[in-house]
């Protein structure tokens, strides 16, 4: 199995800033993901992180808002820019393994 | 990938098996079933997967019906620290990452 971890766990940011969150595996994955978790609501895939390239959106995900880097196998950061009041959210950082997807424990962002 | 329907909320005596269901009436022939579940401020943790035999591991058992529109996650003897949101997800299994989920099952096991 895969361990996944997140930094920063958690943090409290201003209005018009922003924030690069890091996520960092202990083994290889083939494909890691961005996941986003409003307070009370489920999970949201944001993007897919492309080794070497541009991630891949989702609908209603821009990169402008939402940029993403993999240098490697077992390293990614998402950045979120701009922030406003309602990117208060939980960013979960996620990998592939054979059979199944792990999962970091997440960063709590507040944004007042 | 299909959507599933799922109860909001279920309670659970601890030491009885918890049956949690799932409706996916429009799957397809190669979409396999997975549940996670998501344990109160932690990530979604794997459970079980399968595509239409009965699934047994050390965290619970997964039964499809016969017609695949319908599937049960059972945890045995269910204990306080099972209570979480448990999420079923359909998903092609080449379109490796493509969580898509639901609003889950919050199931609460109750002393």
């Known amino acids: 199995s895969a361990v996944i971890s997140q930094k920063p766990s958690r943090d409290i940011c201003q209005r018009g800033t922003s924030l690069t969150i890091q996520c960092q595996v202990d083994?290889?994955?083939?494909?890691m993901f961005w996941y986003r978790q409003q307070p009370g609501q489920s999970l949201t895939l944001i993007a897919t992180?492309?080794?070497?390239?541009?991630?891949?959106?989702e609908s209603g995900f821009v990169i402008d808002k939402f940029p993403i880097s993999r240098p490697n196998l077992t390293f990614s950061t998402l950045t979120v820019s701009n922030m406003s009041p309602e990117d208060s959210s939980i960013y979960l950082c996620?990998?592939?393994?054979?059979?199944?997807?792990?999962f970091g424990p997440g960063t709590r962002l507040t944004v007042t | 990938d299909a959507k599933t329907t799922q109860p909001t909320s279920m309670d659970c005596a601890e030491g009885r098996a918890a049956n949690l269901p799932c409706n996916h009436s429009?799957?397809?022939?190669?979409?396999?079933v997975y549940w996670y579940r998501q344990i109160h401020s932690q990530g979604p943790q794997y459970i079980i997967h399968?595509?239409?035999n009965n699934e047994t591991n050390e965290m619970a058992s997964l039964i499809i019906t016969e017609d695949r529109k319908s599937s049960t996650l059972i945890l045995p003897h269910a204990t306080l620290r099972d209570t979480a949101v448990y999420y079923c997800?359909?998903?092609?299994?080449?379109?490796?990452?493509?969580?898509?989920f639901g609003q889950g099952t919050e199931l609460s096991v109750k002393p």
């Open positions: 083994s290889q994955v083939t494909m």
């Open positions: 996620s990998g592939e393994g054979p059979d199944e997807q792990y």
């Open positions: 429009t799957i397809s022939g190669n979409e396999y």
């Open positions: 997800i359909v998903r092609v299994a080449s379109s490796r990452g493509k969580l898509i």
């Open positions: 992180a492309n080794q070497g390239s541009e991630a891949t959106y």
């Open positions: 399968g595509l239409k």
